[in-house]
């Protein structure tokens, strides 16, 4: 195994330029403190050691080279972090056997992690010395629940020098501002808005929401209901007991084809609604769905709205907005606030996909439990929510999330 040794003013400088030079796969074997600055030696990558003719022979080369990163990482594994794990337990766990590469290679992957992780841990709490105050608003933004990428964004944008409140206070106005919402058009001017998304996220009863707010202010006379949920027993049953109760026309169609005619046929009507099918991102059929929707809201001017429920956890709306981002939807309806343990993650998959929010839901009370969307109150939310769960966000997560940044 090569070697290579970098000097720098700081351990930020050193991995900026072990990264710019070896990559972001560098394996970092030990720092040192000199004099000034530090001393960082990094393993070079590809310098494989030469085939041996003997399984004996072979392995010795490779066994020095763990004997030496063990000791060199040493006075890493002793750094005051709350959870560091042992050092030995690597080597312990899995005895390498001569001959056998790729459990050499699985060794020097967990060797790299647990090195890598090490180096983490250096960095952050090099960083929380070094700008205690920026450490503090990320660790703040964790507990929120908010995405790295984007805590660090806010992080980068605030100016430079300011008190921790007024730097807390400037990073929520921040998050607000990124989060984009549309207003409350639909119930000012109408349109042609088809509900898609998830199974059970509440898109039925979002219609019914919207529909009993617009009866409350414009009547009964310009808005109509659909229903093309096909695919459940009943489901029509839903929405026409629903237009009943408030004296709405309600219309069931057995497909989603079956929609151009009908809203030909509907041009004197202020408002649409249309209920479909909730359908699992993974839904195989939900690409070609995807297809006939857009084609249809090209041709007929409607626009899809994706419902998603505030209390799933974070990767699962990022897969649903991945996924349904091929319903080219134009808003988000975001029901269930009222389930959610934390907002932050919700917050960031919005952000992160540029979705403007429309309507938020936090009951399933008609229509009592149905608000515009304001940034602000979302936001306020979800610090709130982080305070009443007493939410905490560790040094060796933030090491994680934070410490290639530091
Ligand atoms: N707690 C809470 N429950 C809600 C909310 N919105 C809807 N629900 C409940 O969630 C359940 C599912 O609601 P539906 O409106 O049928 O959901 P859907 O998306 O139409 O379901 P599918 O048509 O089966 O895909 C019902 O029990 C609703 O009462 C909300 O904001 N908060
Ligand atoms: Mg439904």
Redesign the pocket.
Known sequence: MQMKTYTARDMRHALRMIREEQGPDAVILSTRQIGEGIEVCVALEGAAPEPAPLAATAMEAPVADFAQLLAVSQPLVSQPLGATPPAEAPFAAAPVVAGNDAQLGAELRSMRHLLEWQMSCLAWNDFTRRAPAQAQLLKELTEIGLAAPLANELVAELPPDLGIEEAQRRLLAQLTRRVPVTGDTLLEQGGRIALV?P???????MIAKLAARWVKRQGTRDIVLICI?DQ?FG?HEQLRVLGRLLGVECLTLESAAQLPEYLARLSRHRLVLIDT??ASPRDPALADRAVQFEQIALRCGLEIWL?LSAGAQAGVLEEALQCYAAFAPRAVLL?????AASLGGTLSALVAAKLPLAYV????RIPE?LMPARAHQIVSRAVALARVNAASAHDDLLARRFGSRA
């Open positions: 998304g199974t059970g996220v509440g898109k039925t009863t949920d459940r489901a099918a909730g419902t029901t269930k606030l009222d389930e839901s936090e009951g399933a439990d």
